[in-house]
């Protein structure tokens, strides 16, 4: 877990105390934390004798729980066992979704979809060549088992090429998965999940888009101004005289 936070920094509180959770069976639990933190995504670890080294990952809606995903840990190797450096904090990752069953399987579907979620980062406009340094790659070699590998990629030059030779160096860390216990929202509720603010739509008219508190915002161009026709000695307030 402390893997998974640190790629997920600063955008990710890890709480220090044990928490006696039973999700599957009351999720109110968790929607308390999504509440306290404002958080939409969760991770919870646990670990006992009929579910062993197992991950929850979860995600709200309107603080309601939306999916939630049990992944049991069946290899791990850590990040240190690496001897390449990692990437810095806050970095955007690229996210490989590879695997015929991200596709075909509906519930292996809604789970990549999750992993999106959890690992995309914050929104941006637009990323620099040199900041796509973490690549996060997940491949679902079958519809109960999931591989998560970690890259950073270097930018080398390339000889009589104007563009750089990227490479991938695997930094860890590398988790196999085997799909358990899941709670999936319902297709209407998923897709109303999706639904974006009036605001946040484009309103496909040029120079005409909303802004953060959804008033119309759009930019015109007036004429020039004939100011040379203006009076402005001639107004009688204006006239300069003795004073009386």
């Known amino acids: 877990m402390h893997e998974l936070y640190t790629l997920k920094k600063p955008l990710a509180v890890q709480l220090r105390h044990k928490n006696h959770l039973l999700p599957f069976e009351d999720e109110t639990g968790l929607v308390r934390f999504s509440r306290k933190f404002d958080s939409s995504l969760l991770l ?4 006992s004798k009929k579910h062993p080294n197992s991950l929850i990952f979860a995600r709200t809606f309107d ?3 939306l999916d939630m995903v049990e992944l049991h840990v069946e290899k791990f190797v850590s990040s240190t066992e690496f001897k390449n450096p990692g990437t810095v904090f806050g ?3 690229s996210i490989i979704l590879q695997g015929t069953h991200f596709e075909s399987d509906e519930t292996m579907k809604r789970v990549g979809n999750l992993m999106v979620d959890w690992f995309r980062g914050s929104t ?3 990323v620099r060549l040199q900041g796509l340094e973490l690549v996060v790659c997940l491949t679902a070699i079958s519809d109960k088992k999931m591989l998560l ?3 950073r990629s270097e930018l080398k030059k390339e000889v009589g090429s104007q563009y750089p030779k990227v490479e991938l160096v695997e930094m860890g860390p590398n988790i196999d998965f085997s799909l358990g216990r899941n709670k999936l929202a319902s297709d209407s509720l998923f897709k109303t999940s999706l639904k974006k603010p009036v605001f946040q739509m484009p309103s496909g008219k040029k120079k005409v888009h909303p802004d953060d ?3 119309r915002v759009a930019q015109i161009h007036t004429g020039r101004q004939q100011t040379d026709a203006i009076q402005t000695r ?3 307030a204006l006239k300069s005289g003795p004073p009386r």
């Open 213 to 215: 508190f959804g008033n």
């Open 91 to 93: 970095v955007k990752p």
């Open 234 to 236: 001639k107004v009688k």
């Open 149 to 151: 590998r970690t890259y």
């Open 124 to 126: 941006t406009n637009s």
């Open 63 to 65: 603080y309601e729980l």
């Open 44 to 47: 919870f670890g646990f670990n």
